[in-house]
């Protein structure tokens, strides 16, 4: 009898065991293989083999299984630091040279949606959005690059041009997250919103009224170039809101303190948080 037990033991099932997994976002600040005179603006300083070397190295010390990418120059660009052996990379259809994209670990599987062009209205940038299968559950992905020069302005009574774009964009994203709410889907939106988000921001206050929302980086600074507001979010909703992990949000800094590199590495550092979704 107890040898039958055994036989049965195995047989049965394994539970599910969670699987963990590190989700970033990293505005790489140009990266394009085009040249000076190539279109690039003329304060943009174009990288070196020796510059996509160092990034290269900072992508495997980082070590994420899914990477929310900003301004990147297409497919060239991204793989120039992102080995195509180890990750795939998923780029909006934008026509702009500072694109927005998904980068996910071989291995993991995921559905590409459309690119939400809602949100490039007055030539901004699309939003990446992406399915991520994992296991027994589904975690949709937004990577989002909203507009700039509105970091903490008010913006219900606003008449800057940018605080206007930005706060245009925000609906578009309310929808998105009502849709997520509505299907019962995990989801996270992350990538550089631009705005600093602290205290009762109303961007932040208007995205929470379409579904409620964790926000990795409430109540820390960056460390990034030096202690400053954080203007790279990683939002969690639905079951991701408890997917989670508390206390591991990171910044991953550079290495090289010399200011002049800044703009051969780039101007933000990449910020992560872990995740632990039932496998």
């Known amino acids: 009898m107890k040898r039958l037990w055994v036989i049965l033991a195995l047989l049965l099932p394994a539970p599910a065991l969670p699987a963990e997994f590190k989700i970033a976002t990293w505005n790489l600040d140009w990266l394009t293989t085009r040249q000076a005179g190539y279109g690039l603006p003329a304060d943009v300083v174009p990288r070196t083999?020796?510059?996509?070397?160092?990034?290269?190295?900072?992508?495997?010390?980082?070590?994420?299984?899914?990477?929310?990418?900003?301004?990147?120059?297409?497919?060239?660009?991204?793989?120039?630091?992102?080995?195509?052996?180890l990750y795939?990379?998923?780029?909006?259809r934008d026509h702009v040279m500072q694109r927005v994209g998904i980068v996910v670990r071989r291995g993991l599987k995921y559905?590409?949606?459309?690119?939400?062009?809602?949100?490039?209205?007055?030539?901004?940038?699309?939003?990446?959005?992406i399915t991520l299968h994992l296991g027994s559950s589904d975690l949709?992905?937004?990577?989002?690059?909203?507009?700039?020069?509105?970091?903490n302005q008010p913006l219900p009574r606003t008449h800057d041009r940018s605080c206007l774009e930005l706060?245009?964009?925000?609906?578009?994203?309310?929808?998105?997250?009502?849709?997520?709410?509505?299907e019962g889907m995990a989801f996270v939106i992350l990538g550089d919103?631009?705005?600093w988000m602290d205290g009762r921001d109303a961007l932040l206050s208007d995205?929470?009224?379409?579904?409620?929302?964790?926000?990795?980086?409430?109540?820390?600074?960056?460390?990034?170039?030096?202690?400053?507001?954080f203007i790279d979010h990683i939002l969690a909703g639905g079951d991701a809101a408890n997917w989670m992990q508390p206390d591991t949000l990171r910044v991953m800094t550079?290495?090289?303190?010399?200011?002049?590199?800044?703009?051969?590495?780039?101007?933000?550092?990449?910020?992560?948080?872990?995740?632990?979704?039932p496998d």
Not at 58 to 79: R, S
Not at 167 to 182: F, H, K, N, S, T
Request: overall charge neutral; some cysteine; charged content about 30%.
């Open 49 to 85: 083999e020796e510059d996509f070397a160092r990034l290269a190295q900072y992508v495997q010390e980082l070590n994420a299984d899914v990477v929310a990418i900003q301004e990147v120059d297409g497919f060239p660009a991204a793989t120039k630091i992102f080995p195509r052996d």
């Open 254 to 277: 550079y290495r090289e303190t010399d200011r002049a590199l800044k703009d051969r590495l780039s101007d933000h550092c990449p910020v992560s948080v872990k995740f632990v979704a």
């Open 167 to 182: 706060r245009d964009q925000v609906p578009v994203l309310e929808e998105w997250i009502a849709a997520r709410r509505q």
């Open 207 to 229: 995205l929470r009224r379409a579904a409620p929302l964790v926000r990795a980086t409430e109540g820390h600074s960056s460390p990034c170039w030096g202690a400053e507001n």
């Open 111 to 129: 559905d590409m949606n459309p690119d939400v062009t809602a949100l490039a209205m007055n030539h901004l940038r699309s939003g990446a959005d």
């Open 88 to 92: 795939s990379v998923h780029m909006t």
């Open 193 to 195: 919103f631009n705005r």
């Open 140 to 151: 949709r992905i937004l990577a989002v690059h909203l507009k700039t020069g509105c970091r």
